[in-house]
Each structure stands twice: as structure tokens, then as C-alpha cells.
């Protein structure tokens, strides 16, 4: 599984977080899993359990504008499914939940009918951006059961799949969400089960070698034994390089 945020772009200073891959970066990563003969799913598919072998699910966190403007034609384009994680409470907002990068537009209630139209599957990010590990009862069904209603009311479907604010989720979190209803959920690098699926990130900064790295079946395994080893991360950051921002 693979995670984007936004797609544009932006100067370092204006996206800290590396969250805005350029839509011509997008192009060429995705072009490059079909020249290699990956299926891209759609969201039915995985649950299903219908992925055969180098088969990847495209996420989008967040619900930029960015992606639903400058990326949702590089899906079409190239006939890429996609699953896009949206914020109920903050649609027509601003990222606020990020200080450095609190006026970053979000899209509104048109845009998310517009991308259901298109094709894309639309799963829930919580209500606010609110992390959920170590929410009270109140915040955790703000952020499920009233996320996944008002996500129904616009769409006119229930969505099937979450994904943890910030990544971030605990046993009680996990039982929340599937109380609600949802079928799968996916964080970022925490595993524990159906209900916290990893995903691996596509960032700003990634060049050829790294997203082909990233592709690789053995990457997760590499990303948490890197973490555990002084200075092996780094040395894999010079090796694979990182793209240049202005």
C-alpha cells in the first residue's frame, strides 16, 4: 500500500513536511509501476481479497485540493484507482491541524461529489485531523461514527475504509473503528491486524531509487530494522538521494 498526501507544487518552506509530490513526479512513479506490470486496486478489489501478485492500493490522506485538482488527472490519465481519506469536518477548510502549514486548502462538499463521480473510492480520516490514541469515548466516536455519517450524507455511501490521523492509533482507537462499522483500516508504520493495516509514504523528497526501494516487498521490513540501527537510516538517505526543493 502506498500513501500520498498532496500533489503540486511547493518550495520546501511552504511544505515542511514533504506532503506535495509534483503531479509530474505522480505521473512518472505510477507509469513506472504499470511499465512493470503492477495492478493497481481499487478498494472493493482489496477487500475482496482480490490482489494478485505486484499489486499495489494507491492512497491519498488528507482530501488536499491539490490532489483533487492536479492529481486526480494524472489518475485518469493513466487509469489508476485510487482511495482518497477525508476529513468530514474540515471539508471547504485548511490543513489548521499543522501550524507550519495551516492554510493549505482542503477540498469542499462539491469537490468530494466530484471525485466520488470520478471513480475514486473515499474512506474517512476522522472528523478534525484529531489523533486518536489515548481519545476519550466522545472524541473517538466524533472521529468514527459521526465522520462516517456525514461522509454517507454527501456521497450517498457509507465508507468502508479509515485511516489513522497522524498514524497513530491504540487498541481502543482500533475497537472504535470497528464499532463504526468500517471494514479496514490503515495506518502508517504500526501494524495490528485488519484494523491497522501499514502503509508505506511517498514523500517530496523521493527520487527514482528511493520510490523503487519503497516498492520492494522486503521495504517495511528494512524501514523498522533501519530505525533500530545508528546511522543506517542516513546511510540509506545518501544512497537513494533526495530530490532537490527550491
Known sequence: MLLYHGVGERAGADDPFRLFVPPSRLRRQL??????????LRLDQYLRGDTPPRSVLVTFDDGYRGMFREGLPVLRELGVPATVFLLPGLLGATSRWMKEMSGEPLVDEEEVQDMARAGLDLGCHGWDHTCLAGADADTLARNTTRAARALADITGRRPRAFAY??????????????EAGFDVAFSTHGAAGRYAIPRVDINALDTVVSFRLKCLPGFPVMRRVSGRVPGLRPALNRLTGRVARG
Not at 507509469?31 to 493497481?40: I, Q, R, V
Not at 497513530?168 to 470497528?178: G, I, K, L, Q, W
Open 31 to 40: 507509469s513506472m509501476l504499470l511499465a512493470h506490470g503492477w495492478t493497481p
Open 165 to 178: 490521523p497522524w498514524g497513530a492509533h491504540d487498541a481502543r482507537a482500533r475497537r472504535a473503528v470497528a
